[in-house]
């Protein structure tokens, strides 16, 4: 049995597939072989199997319908490699790259992340902007008071000489509007 026989919607050139290796990886507990530069969903087409898991309300089939991120049916889980590393949840199988030994589950009707502790380690701590210490830090570097190139003002309401606005862009009042001829025919 060669090759092509096992992966029946497989072209024979072409694209970006390394055809020389081979991997095997599994989805739903069956095992398929696929090739560096595939993504599961190539793989998983390449081998003859379209179905991408049930609908949520109809339980009726559903395919893989794009070929990005924005794909909505075929959302996967895949396992973690190696000890401590942590499970990744619903990500479009058109978006993950294949490598050799991967175990991946399609997610049928909503989607739920992975409950178990994320064991994984990190070397910087996140600090989101909506945390009090990024608001404030945003803050100071809006002012020019943290660390940056700007410098605070001597009053609040007053900027420091040569910076202020041009009072040529500044907008009139009505009491400085132009009484000349109007263009454009108005009244």
Known sequence: ???????????TSGGRIDRTTTW????DRVGYSGHPGDTIASALIANGRL????SMYEDRPRGIISAGVEESNALVKVAGRFPGH????MLPATAVSLVDGLDAEFLSGLGK??????????DKKIRPHGRPGG?????RARRGTGSGTHR???HPHRRPAGTGRDPALRPRRAHQRDTGPRLGGGR
């Open 86 to 89: 942590a499970a990744e949840s």
């Open 152 to 154: 605070r003002p001597s």
């Open 24 to 27: 095997n990886f599994t989805v």
């Open 1 to 11: 049995m060669t090759l092509q026989d096992k992966q029946p919607n497989r072209l």
């Open 51 to 54: 179905a991408a898991g049930n």
């Open 113 to 122: 992340l992975d409950p178990s502790e994320d064991e994984a380690t990190y």
């Open 135 to 139: 608001r404030s830090r945003a803050r």
